[in-house]
Structure formats: C-alpha cells, structure tokens
C-alpha cells in the first residue's frame, strides 16, 4: 500500500498531471507514465513530503480481477521506487491491456525504464516557445503555397 502522502487522489490532480503541456511522457508495451514538477503549481517544498503516485486501470485491460491485480502490482512497483523518485513529482500511471500477462518483474521493468524517459521528456516552460514555432510554420507554409 502507497502511504497516503504519496497518493494522488482527486479528479482535479490527475488532470493536472495527464493534460499539462509541461507533462513528459512516455509510452511502451504495459504501461504509460505522465511525470510532471509539482512545484510548478506552487506547492511549496514544506508541502511536499516525498512523489505523488496515481493510477489509470481502465475496463480494456480486463475484469475486476484483472484490474485489481494490476493496481496491486503497479502500487507495489512505485512503493518500491519511491525513496529514487525525485519528491517534487506527481506521476500518473496508465496501464495497457497487455499489463494484465505481464509478470511483477516485467512489469517493474517497464515502469522503472518509462519513468526515466518520460522525466528527461518533461518541459520547464513550453508556453510561448512552441506557440512561436507553430506559427512561424503555418507562415512558411502559407508562403510555399503562394510560390506554387
């Protein structure tokens, strides 16, 4: 069982951590692993005792017995991982249909390997950065079409 400080628990916070554009992620075969900087929520570090931890079981990877299983075994997994997690992180944790034959091992594998990708994924500041790219394209593109 995760400690209840290490838990993300509302609605709220797993949007927070699925739909920021801060967020890195990263994907494979069991598992799916959102990360993203609490602190730039204005948590402070008094706050924080250690990673917030959350997880996505959906009806696709089986029945409840399967479900279930599966939460246990990513619960276990990210305890496990929780004194090498850096404390100013929420991560959220979506589990593929595949996960539901995966071994604990497999399982621990994949997620210690997609929480690593997906924390040098994560972006400080994409605001106006990405916005700028985006439209200096759609300009040039404009342009290519007016040469045609």
Avoid: C, W
């Avoid at 276990?76 to 959220?92: M, N, Y």
């Amino acid at each position: 069982m995760l400690p209840a400080q290490h838990r993300i628990r509302d609605a709220g916070q797993y949007r927070a951590v699925l739909r920021d554009r801060r967020a890195g992620r990263a994907g494979g075969s069991l598992l799916a692993v959102h990360v993203i900087d609490a602190d730039a929520f204005g948590l402070s570090p008094e706050d924080r005792v250690g990673p917030r931890v959350g997880f996505v079981v959906s009806k696709a990877v089986g029945n409840a017995v399967v479900r279930s299983r599966a939460k246990r075994v990513l619960r276990h997994v990210a305890r496990d991982a929780l004194s090498e997690i850096d404390p100013g992180l929420d991560i959220v944790v979506r589990a593929n249909p595949a996960i539901a034959g995966a071994s604990s091992h497999d399982v621990a594998r994949e997620f210690d390997r997609m929480l690593a990708k997906a924390t040098r994924r994560q972006r400080p500041d994409v605001s106006r950065e990405t916005d700028s790219r985006e439209t200096s394209g759609r300009s040039h593109q404009d342009a290519s079409r007016v040469r045609r």
